[in-house]
């Protein structure tokens, strides 16, 4: 929604104002890189808190709106009645937001170049660092709000989001210090489903709304339409019997299969059995899936067993789910689980933090930046 908004805004030449959380101690609702889009309506799209510190932000935008300025606040939201900003909501945490006037009209350059660093989170296939300037010891070479491309940084910088304080530059042969938010950007989940019947829809409506980019194949073009899934991010119209040759799949894109049509399924299982995808779900009993695997066999194709473990059948988790909403909710809760590398387990056993890092995507950007 934010990336969307945003491009209304530059074609519209409307200003707006990008709100990041840049910095964090403690606990807080959303973690840091979380942002917020403010019209100078007032609207805002996307959400930095729980709603405990939105009404102050907005009074804060009216400020960059009026001077051009970004702006840091820092909001304690520790229970502690004594603090200066006195709402004792009680996350336990410290954050830290910047405000950034995207000003399409007096710096059309810097608003196109910040939409296309967030659109590029919806294309790209693997996460990307991206450098903000907050402070600068030379606002006439580096205003703060600028964003660095190409800029070469140690691999120890690189492994999570934060502050880097007093960093040094070169800009036209002239040594800058400058005070740098590193955001290191995740792509945005591609989901790819076959099978466009009626039971679809909820699906996409609820993957759309957790902000997956979501690509829909079928046969039946009665059923593969925009009139039908208005949402989604593409549509392919594939020959009865033949799997899709420009699926433009990757290690951060995910399938399911619910055709309800056995043939097909078992085209699809196999053709998605040779591509290097995260997570393949499939919508049915354990015996359909049995019998997919033995026509597979009779084919001369065997499930390697490297395979085998991302094939998720029955697909979803186990909530008792019976109506399409419900099993819509199962299906999404399990790939989110699967994307995190997380248990499925009640927060209320988990023994650490809720939002404790993940181990495994630190080493995945380790492998990119060597």
Not at 18 to 39: C, E, F, H, P
Request: with cysteine; net charge negative.
């Amino acid at each position: 929604m934010i990336i969307s908004e945003l491009k209304r805004c530059i074609r519209n030449n409307e200003k707006a104002i990008l709100a990041t959380i840049i910095d964090k101690k403690g606990s807080s609702y959303r973690q840091v890189g979380a942002k917020s889009l403010i019209l100078s309506d007032g609207t805002a799209y996307g959400v930095l808190s729980g709603g405990c510190i939105e009404q102050d932000l907005l009074e804060h935008a009216r400020d960059v709106f009026e001077t051009g300025e970004p702006k840091q606040i820092i909001y304690d939201l520790r229970n502690d009645d004594n603090v200066p900003w006195g709402l004792g909501v009680g996350c336990n945490g410290v954050i830290t937001v910047l405000l950034s006037l995207i000003d399409p009209v007096n710096n059309r350059e810097s608003a196109v170049k910040q939409f296309k660093v967030l659109k590029q989170q919806s294309l790209s296939k693997e996460p990307y660092p991206v450098c903000t300037v907050i402070k600068s010891s030379n606002h006439n070479a580096l205003l703060p709000g600028t964003i660095l491309e190409n800029i070469e940084l140690p691999l120890f910088k690189i492994m999570s989001s934060g502050i880097l304080e007093n960093y040094s530059i070169d800009v036209d042969g002239k040594k800058e210090t400058v005070t740098l938010f590193l955001e290191t950007i995740t792509p945005m989940p591609h989901i790819i489903i076959f099978g466009a019947g009626p039971d679809a829809s909820s699906l996409i409506d609820q993957l759309k709304f957790l902000h997956w980019r979501v690509t829909i194949v079928d046969h039946r073009p009665g059923y593969l339409n925009k009139d039908n899934f208005p949402c989604a991010d593409e549509l392919n119209l594939v020959p009865q019997g033949e799997f899709p040759e420009d699926l433009n799949a990757s290690e951060n894109s995910y399938a399911i299969i619910m055709t309800h049509h056995y043939e097909q399924d078992l085209v699809y299982l196999k053709g998605l059995l040779q591509q290097n995808l995260s997570y393949i779900g499939l919508l049915g009993p354990k015996r359909r899936f049995n019998n997919l695997k033995k026509d597979l066999q009779a084919q001369g194709f065997m499930i390697p067993a490297k395979a085998a473990e991302k094939i998720y059948s029955p697909i979803g988790l186990d909530i008792g789910s019976e109506t399409p909403e419900e099993i819509a909710l199962s299906i999404a809760a399990e790939i989110m689980a699967h994307k995190n590398k997380t248990s499925t387990q009640s927060l209320k056993w988990k023994k650490d933090s809720i939002h404790t890092p993940n181990p495994a995507s630190y080493e995945r950007l380790k492998e990119l930046v060597q």
